[in-house]
């Protein structure tokens, strides 16, 4: 077995986030099983709850560290599906439905 002179390099961990990060998203009633199927084939990046059944809208929650691979997911669902990224949430306050 041949030994490398290279040294193994450490990346320090980011802190643990305080909160997750939340989206809201928009689809067809009739595609909510596709998108949690596909959600968790990409090793539950995040979890979501089904705000309002009947206008299709969700809220997503995922690690901050994670954003850049939630949009990235998010982004290849419009293949699939019609998706709108409806807004991020602000941290204290979630909106109402009637501005959704």
């Known amino acids: 077995m041949k030994k490398t002179r290279r040294k193994s390099r450490h990346?320090?961990?980011p802190p643990?986030?305080?909160r997750s990060?939340?989206?809201?998203?928009?689809?067809a009633r009739e595609n909510i099983a596709l998108f949690r199927f596909l959600l968790e084939a990409h090793d539950n990046l995040g979890?979501?709850?089904?705000?309002?059944k009947f206008?299709?809208?969700?809220?997503?929650r995922y690690s901050p560290h994670q954003e850049r691979?939630?949009?990235w997911f998010l982004d290849g669902l419009k293949d699939e599906m019609?998706?709108?990224?409806?807004h991020a949430a602000p941290e204290s306050r979630v909106p109402s439905l009637e501005k959704l």
């Open 21 to 27: 990060s939340r989206l809201y998203v928009r689809i």
């Open 16 to 18: 643990p986030p305080e």
């Open 55 to 60: 206008k299709g809208i969700l809220m997503l």
């Open 47 to 52: 979890v979501f709850t089904v705000v309002s």
């Open 11 to 13: 990346y320090p961990c």
């Open 82 to 86: 019609d998706i709108d990224v409806l």
């Open 69 to 71: 691979e939630m949009r």
